[in-house]
C-alpha cells in the first residue's frame, strides 16, 4: 500500500501552494484551534555550537550593530530614512506609517513612485548601464547576459506591448512562465504600468492556474511554449489555454515566449506571440508613477482551508524592505558580488530576493532554468564555480538533497567564490546547516538562517553577516525594525525558553495589506488569534541566549520541501474523486523533504466491493496519487495514501490529525480519550497491520 513518491517536479526551489475543489466533507474548512503542544516537528537545541562572524563580514559590523540603535530609538523614523535610503521616491513622503485603518497599514502613503523605474532605470541613469543584471544560465549550458541597459530596453518594450493588449494601470497579469529572464521581465513590466502582477508557479495545474486567474480577474496571461526540465521540453501553454476554456475568465490575450519550440495550439485574436509584439515595440516608456499603497501584485499561498489565498504586497513599503534586507542579510556590494538564489519567482522568495532585492540594490546575480541534476548531480556547483558566485540562497532541502547525493559532486569544483550562504523555507536542521557550512562554505561561511513568509513580503527574523555568531538551526534574531515576540495560548509573551506561538507585534513595511477579494478571511487568519497582532502560524521559542528557534506550523499547514501545502487542499481534491469517500491529509516527518504528505482515505461503499472483487486496492492508490497531481501539481502528490474504515474524530466531528500523525510517523498513538469513539485507533492500526 505505501508508494513512495518521487522528488517533486521542480524540487529544489522554495516555497508553494495549490488550488480549490468541492468537497464532500464540510468538517475540512473547519480551522482547528491552535494547540502549539500538539505539533513542534523540530527537536529543540541541546547545547548549541556556536560559529563566530568570519573574516569576511566583519567590516560591516559596525554599520549593522547601528541599525538597531537607530531602530530601536525611533522605528518609524528608522524606516522612514531606509526608505528613502533605499528607493528613489517621484514624490517624497510626509506621513511614515498610518494604522487607522488596521489590520490594512499604509507605509509612506502619500509618497509616490514606480517600481520598475527603481529595479532597473534609476541605475542605467546613474551610470551603471553596463553592468550586469542578469547572468541567464539556460538548463543547456546556454549563457546569456542581459546588463541594467539591455533590462531596460527589454522591460519598456514589453510594457509598450502589454499595453498594446490593452493592459491600463490597476489591471491583473497573470504570469506563468518558466524560470528565466523573461519571467523578470515580465514582472518589471507589469511594475512599469502598476499592473498587479499574479505569478502562477510553472509546476501548477491547469485547475490551479484557472482558479488564480478567475480570482484575479487577469486580463492576460503571459506564458510560453513549454519549459525545459530534466532534459525534456514539457509543454506550458497547454495548461493556459485548459485553464482558461471554459470561458469564465476574463481572460483576453495569452502573450506567449516561445522557449522551446514545440507546437502549440493557437486562437487567432486571443493568442499573440512575444516575439511579434515584444521585439516589435518601442524600447523608449515611461513609467507610471504610482501611490506607495498601490498593489504591486497578488501572489497565491496555502492557508488552511481549500481555497488558496491572494495575498497582496504593495509598493512603496515592500520595496524598501525588499532592498534594506537584500543588502543587509546578504552583506551585498553590488559592484564585485554575483549573487544566486535558486528559488523560482512563481514563489515569494524569487519575488522579493530575484526580481525585486537584488535588482533595486544594482546587484549582479545568476538565475538558472534547470534542474540541479541535469545532466549531472553538480549542475549547481558547476554554476557557482562558472560564474564566481559569491552569495548563494537556497532551501534546507535542497542542501539535504546535495548531501544524500554526496560530497564528490561539490568537490569536483571551486568554490572559493562563495562568501555568504543563506537558507529559508523551513527550519533546516543541523546535520545539514553543518554539511552546508563544511562543504559548501569551506568553514569560511557565514549562513543566514532567514525566516520569513509570502505575507511578511521580506526577511524578518535572520543572524546578519558580520555581526552575529551564528547557531546551527537557529533563525536568531529579530532584524531592525521588526519586533517579533512569543505569546502562549493566552497571549502572554513568554521570555524564557517555553514552546509558544511566533508573532508579530508591530506593523512591518513589507507586511501583507489582504487577501485578495476576502478582507474578512485577512482579519480571522492573521488578526483575531490575538487582537491586533500579526499570528504568523509558526510556534518558536528561545533558547538560553534569547535566540528564536523556529518550530514548524502549528495550524493545517505543512512544510514540503519548503514549498507550503494546505492540508484541506489535498483533502478536497481527493474526496473530489468519485473512489473517496472521506479524506485526512497530515504532514509527516520525511528525512529529505522536511515534510511528505500522507493521506488517509475512507472509500466509498461500492468502490470497496468492486477494488475487492478486481483486486484493484494498489492501483487506486496510484489512481489517488495521480489525481493529486492533475488537480492541483506534481508537488502536491501524496507520499502515502493509507485506505482506512475510520478516521478518528472528536464530539465535535473535528479530524484528530495528531493521531493519524502518530500512525504516519509510526510512533505510539498517543491521547486518545477525546475521541468520539476511542475504538476507532485500533481499527485503524488493525487494518494496516500494525
Ligand atoms: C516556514 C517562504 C523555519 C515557516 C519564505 C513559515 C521557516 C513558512 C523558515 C512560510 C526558516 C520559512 N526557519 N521555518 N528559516 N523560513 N519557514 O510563505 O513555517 O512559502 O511560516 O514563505 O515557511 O512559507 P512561505
Keep these: 500500500m505505501y508508494s513512495r513518491m518521487p522528488p517533486p517536479a521542480r524540487g529544489c526551489e522554495t516555497a508553494l501552494d495549490t488550488t480549490a475543489t468541492t468537497t464532500h466533507n464540510s468538517e475540512l474548512n473547519h480551522v482547528s484551534p491552535l494547540t502549539y503542544g500538539e505539533k513542534m516537528p523540530h527537536d529543540a537545541p541541546t547545547a548549541p555550537e556556536t560559529f563566530p562572524p568570519s573574516e569576511t563580514t566583519v567590516a560591516n559590523a559596525v554599520a549593522r550593530e547601528e541599525l538597531f540603535e537607530r531602530a530601536a530609538a525611533d522605528r518609524q523614523g528608522f524606516w522612514a530614512d531606509i526608505s528613502r535610503e533605499y528607493l528613489t521616491w517621484d514624490t517624497d513622503f510626509t506621513s511614515v506609517l498610518d494604522w487607522s485603518n488596521a489590520p490594512t497599514a499604509a507605509w509612506f502613503g502619500d509618497g509616490r513612485l514606480n517600481a520598475c523605474y527603481n529595479a532597473v532605470d534609476r541605475h542605467v541613469e546613474a551610470g551603471l548601464g553596463d553592468r550586469i543584471a542578469l547572468h541567464f544560465e539556460a538548463e543547456d549550458g546556454t549563457r546569456t547576459d542581459y546588463t541594467y541597459a539591455e533590462l531596460k530596453d527589454e522591460v519598456s518594450k514589453a510594457a509598450n506591448a502589454l499595453a498594446s493588449l490593452g493592459v491600463a494601470t490597476g489591471d491583473r497579469v497573470a504570469i506563468y512562465l518558466p524560470m528565466g529572464p523573461i519571467a523578470v521581465i515580465s514582472m518589471l513590466a507589469c511594475a512599469r504600468l502598476g499592473a498587479p502582477h499574479s505569478v502562477v508557479f510553472g509546476g501548477f ?39 482558461i476554456s471554459a470561458g469564465d475568465t476574463p481572460v483576453e490575450h495569452v502573450l506567449t515566449y516561445r522557449r522551446t519550440g514545440q507546437g502549440v495550439e493557437w486562437t487567432d485574436g486571443r493568442d499573440v506571440w512575444w516575439h511579434d509584439v515584444v521585439d516589435a515595440a518601442s524600447s523608449e516608456h515611461e513609467p507610471v508613477i504610482v501611490e506607495a499603497e498601490h498593489p504591486l501584485f497578488i501572489l497565491y499561498t496555502s492557508g488552511t482551508t481549500g481555497k ?44 522579493t530576493y530575484v526580481t525585486y532585492g537584488p535588482l533595486l540594490n544594482a546587484t549582479t546575480q545568476v538565475i538558472y532554468e534547470g534542474t540541479p541534476a541535469t545532466p549531472n548531480k553538480d549542475r549547481w556547483w558547476e554554476i557557482i564555480e562558472k560564474y564566481g558566485v559569491t552569495i548563494f540562497y537556497t532551501a534546507p532541502t535542497a542542501i539535504r538533497t546535495c548531501m544524500k547525493w554526496g560530497e564528490e559532486f561539490p568537490a569536483a569544483h571551486d568554490l572559493t567564490s562563495l562568501r555568504i550562504l543563506g537558507t529559508v523555507g523551513e527550519p533546516i536542521n543541523p546535520e545539514a546547516w553543518l554539511w552546508y557550512h563544511r562543504v559548501i562554505g569551506g568553514e569560511r561561511c557565514p549562513i543566514v538562517d532567514t525566516w520569513w513568509q509570502t505575507e511578511t513580503g521580506g526577511i524578518m527574523i535572520s543572524p546578519l553577516p558580520g555581526i552575529t555568531a551564528t547557531k546551527p538551526g537557529s533563525a536568531q534574531r529579530p532584524l531592525p525594525g521588526i519586533t517579533a515576540k512569543i505569546l502562549d495560548n493566552l497571549g502572554e509573551e513568554i521570555t524564557d525558553e517555553t514552546p509558544g506561538l511566533l508573532v508579530i507585534a508591530e506593523p512591518w513595511p513589507a507586511m501583507l495589506r489582504g487577501i485578495w477579494g476576502d478582507p474578512e478571511r485577512f482579519k480571522e487568519t ?46 478536497s481534491a481527493l474526496v473530489a474523486h468519485d473512489a473517496v469517500a472521506e479524506a485526512a491529509v497530515v504532514g509527516a516527518k520525511d528525512d529529505t523533504t522536511g515534510q511528505a504528505v500522507v493521506a488517509f482515505v475512507i472509500l466509498r461503499e ?85
Aim: glycine share 10%; proline share 3%; charged share 25%.
Design 606 to 690: 461500492e468502490y470497496i466491493a468492486h477494488a475487492d472483487e478486481q483486486g484493484e486496492g494498489t492501483d487506486l492508490v496510484a489512481t489517488l496519487r495521480e489525481h493529486v497531481r492533475r488537480e492541483i501539481g506534481p508537488i502536491a502528490k501524496p507520499r502515502d495514501i493509507l485506505i482506512v474504515p475510520e478516521l478518528p474524530k472528536t464530539r465535535s466531528g473535528k479530524i484528530m490529525r495528531r493521531l493519524l500523525r502518530d500512525v504516519a510517523e509510526n510512533r505510539a498513538i498517543g491521547d486518545v480519550t477525546t475521541l468520539a469513539d476511542s475504538s476507532v485507533m485500533d481499527l485503524i492500526s488493525k487494518g494496516l497491520g500494525r
Design 308 to 351: 488558496p489565498k491572494g495575498v497582496v504586497h504593495t509598493t512603496g513599503g515592500y520595496l524598501t524592505q525588499a532592498a534594506f534586507t537584500h543588502k543587509n542579510v546578504f552583506d551585498v556590494h553590488p559592484d564585485t558580488d554575483v549573487y544566486w538564489c535558486t528559488a523560482d519567482v512563481g514563489w515569494i522568495t524569487g519575488h
Design 205 to 243: 495545474s491547469a485547475d490551479a492556474l484557472h482558479s488564480r486567474i478567475q480570482d484575479a480577474g487577469a486580463r492576460v496571461v503571459i506564458t510560453s511554449d513549454g519549459q525545459f526540465r530534466g532534459g525534456k521540453a514539457l509543454p506550458l501553454k497547454l495548461a493556459v489555454d485548459e485553464a
Design 526 to 571: 492573521y488578526w483575531a488569534r490575538f487582537e491586533g497582532i500579526y499570528f504568523a502560524g509558526d510556534g518558536a521559542r528561545y533558547d538560553e541566549d534569547g535566540d528564536i528557534w523556529l518550530l514548524g506550523r502549528v495550524d493545517d499547514v505543512m512544510n514540503v520541501s519548503g514549498h507550503r501545502l494546505s492540508t484541506a487542499e489535498i483533502e
